[in-house]
Nanobody, 118 residues
């Protein structure tokens, strides 16, 4: 089993910044993928950014140049630095972990609310 604990969400003004953190514990495989997803009211959950254990990253077009995903393997933590925030970024953000022999869709955190006020 893998457990994920998210933190860093909150209320921020347009143009501001937030940093989300996700601490992972449990049976962690050395080769894995971690990512951040978000879901706004009435919308489908979408990938925001992902990073492999080899530090290969992938971003949604809507956040390229504004968000940065990183990981600290020694601390088993993944971060999402969010800059130049827009009202459209308002959503519940979920942390995800995918490792070999785990669930097809990986493990999920409970989510953290990010609200960007205009």
């Amino acid at each position: 089993q893998v457990q994920l604990v998210e933190s860093g969400g909150g209320l921020v003004q347009v143009g501001g910044s937030l940093r989300l953190s996700c601490a992972v514990s449990g049976s962690i495989f050395s080769i894995n993928v971690m990512g951040w997803y978000r879901q706004a009211p009435g919308k489908q959950r979408e990938l925001v950014a992902a990073i492999t254990s080899g530090s290969i990253t992938n971003y949604a077009d809507s956040v390229k140049g504004r968000f940065a995903i990183s990981r600290d393997n020694a601390k088993n933590t993944v971060y999402l630095q969010m800059n130049s925030l827009k009202p459209e970024d308002t959503a519940v953000y979920y942390c995800n972990y995918q490792g070999r022999n785990g669930p097809v869709n990986g493990y999920w955190g409970q989510g953290t609310q990010v609200t960007v006020s205009s």
